[in-house]
Every structure is written in C-alpha cells, then in structure tokens.
C-alpha cells in the first residue's frame, strides 16, 4: 500500500466538527466591522517578497528566518504572506485608495511563518485585520479599539480580556530616545542576553519588551520614552487617553508595550489574556503613518490591528463558549418507499423557499426506516420530516422530534412550513 500523505506540520485541517465555533467567530467580527462602516479589502496570499523586506525589515526574525520564500518560474522571489499590513497598504498604493482619501479597511484570511508550532500558534494561522487611512486624529485610534472592544462583548469575552495601551511618540523624538536606551544598554551589556544585544545593535526598542525577568529589573532604571515626547506626542496620546475614558474603555498604560519598526508612531495597544495560560496577546495594533510613504505612496497617516482567529477559536473553546454554536442540520428527511424518494426531493424545494434559514439534509443511499432514523440522530437535527408511500398519496408529512419526548404527528404539506418554522 503506498503511504499516507499528511498535513504539513503547523499547517492543520479545520474539521466539521470544528468549524461552526470559527463560523461563529468569523461572522460576530465580520458583522462588527460591517456596523462601524468598514469595507472589505482581499489580497493574494502570495506578494513580492521585496514588499515585506521594505516593510518589516530585512534583519528581523520574520524576514530572516520566518517568511516562506520560493522562486517562481521567472526567476521573482515571492513570499507567501507573513501579515496582512503590508498587503493592504500595497494594494491602496496600487489602486490609487488611499492619497487624499479617508479609507476604513478589513481583510481576514490566511498568513504563514515558519516558527516552532505551539498551541494556539501555527505555521498557517489566520489573521483579521483592520487598516484606517487619511486619518491623523486620536479620534480613530479610540474608535477601532471601540470596535475591539465591541467585539470581545459579542464574543462573550470581555472580561477575559485586558487592554494596555503607550505612545511611541514622533520619529524624531523615539530616534533620540533610541541613542539614549543603547547609550544605557551598553552601560549593562554584561548583563544582557544574546537575544538582547543582539537587539541592542538592531532594534533597541524591542529589549524593552523582553521576557528575561532579570533584564526587566535592570531596564526598571532605563530611560523612558515619554520624557522624550514634545506637546504634539502628549496631546495626541491624552486625547487618546480622553476618549476611551469617555467610552468607559479600562485601559492600562505600558511603557514598556512598543514596536521596533520606523514606521510606527504615536499609539499602540494590545489586547491581552489570561485565559490560555501564559499570558497572551489577543489583538495588537497601531498608528503606522510612516507605511504608506516607505512603500512608494504618498505620505498618509494609517491606524490599524491585527488578531489571530485560533486565539480566538481556542478561548471560546476554553471558556465553554462556543455550546450555542448552531447546529449544522435542523431538519432531516427520511423517506422510504420509491415514490416517496422521488417525489420527496421536489416537496423539500419548495420548503427550502419558504424556510431560507433552515438547514434541512435529505437522507441518501437508502436504507429502511431503522438506518435512516439513526442517520437522522447522529446528523444532529432537532426534528426528522418522514416521507412514506401514505405520506405522498396525501400530500402530507408526518414530523418527528428527535431531542424531546413528543408523539409524532401527521400534518398537511400546506402547513408543513408554519408548522416546522413552529418546532425549531
């Protein structure tokens, strides 16, 4: 026998069984974004992979070891897609959407990164994000972690989550700050971490934000950023500060929350949890106005974030949240008899009409009443529609509860749909 074909590793089916709780998810966050007056934006899965160089840099771990990169068969070397911003800013810059425009985008689908698999975390793992331009204000950023925010209520898990929220300032104000925090790293290089002088020298910024808890003390005596903010930096992140207070939004503020790349400034937040374990990050975001101009468009302020959807399936899962998934068949249809197989099919059209909403599966391959009935169980239907010979002589239907303690009754095919509409 030739051997089984498997799964790459990091790269997972999503089971039937599994897919009504991602249904779930996808649709609350669709129907969000829809609310708030967004439009969705779909990239190819596969871009240039100088877009991402340019974007995330070329001496980070995603560019360096993480991103799956091939030459195609004219010799360009593409990327499959790492994250989602960068797509999205190419895509406005292309199809000229975003220079003098106000845009509010969302996009959901597949990235990849080749790390270690872990729970929760995979080398196909699916992202929704949400990208803002033309705005400068405080007022957006207040408004899409408004939208996270409403999200997790519908989700059912506000009160697993926990938002903390920095400003990273001006380009000019963090590239000082930056001499500053290397000047007092090497001051404790000794101290330090492979991993931390080795940021140190590339993205300084980032040592900040290490796990390292003796690191954490020493870096409890660095420099701090916002002392390095001038009246524009502290306007903007008060108003920040102002409007999720009016919202009635709890936030914590992180110093020590930031991002390594240039092109990010003023806010950035993240949605943290408890709720797997190890605490981990939900949904992260920023304002990026330097993105746009570095990939070629013109200079555009842009705010956004970006969420992992199996974080998500994996919380509602945890959490027990996901037991008032629909099922995936309401009705099953057991016929028996030749006429009743025939003519049944064209009787359940009509029903399908006037019911839009109901899952209703036919029984196929036959089988007598005792076989059909146990597919009619195991389909998870709350009630069976039973088509015999008498049934279709009478244009009638007989119903019968499969979850509850009920006689079956017998009932007109022109009542048919009130009357299942009634049961479900």
Known sequence: MSKNIQAIRGMNDCLPSQTPVWQKVESVLRDVVNRYGYSEIRMPIVEMTELFKRSIGEVTDIVEKEMYTFDDRNGDSLTLRPEGTASCVRAGNEHGLLYNQIQRLWYMGPMFRHERPQKGRYRQFHQFGVETFGMNGPDIDAEIIALTARMWKELGIKEQVRLEINSLGSNEERATYRDALVEFLKQHESALDDDCRRRMLTNPLRVLDTKNSDIQVILKDAPRLSDYFGEE???HFSGLCERLDALGIQYQVNERLVRGLDYYNYTVFEWITESLGAQGTVCAGGRYDGLVEQLGGKATPAVGFAMGLERLVLMLETLKLNEDVRRAVDVYVVMLGEQAEIKAPAIIETLRDQL??????????????????????????EIALVFAEDEIANQSVSVKHLRKQQEQITISLSDAAQAIAKEL
């Open 356 to 381: 839009p909403d109901v899952r209703i599966q036919l029984n196929c391959g036959g089988g007598n009443f005792k076989k059909q009935f146990k597919k009619a169980d195991k389909s998870g239907a």
């Open 233 to 235: 930096s502290k306007k």
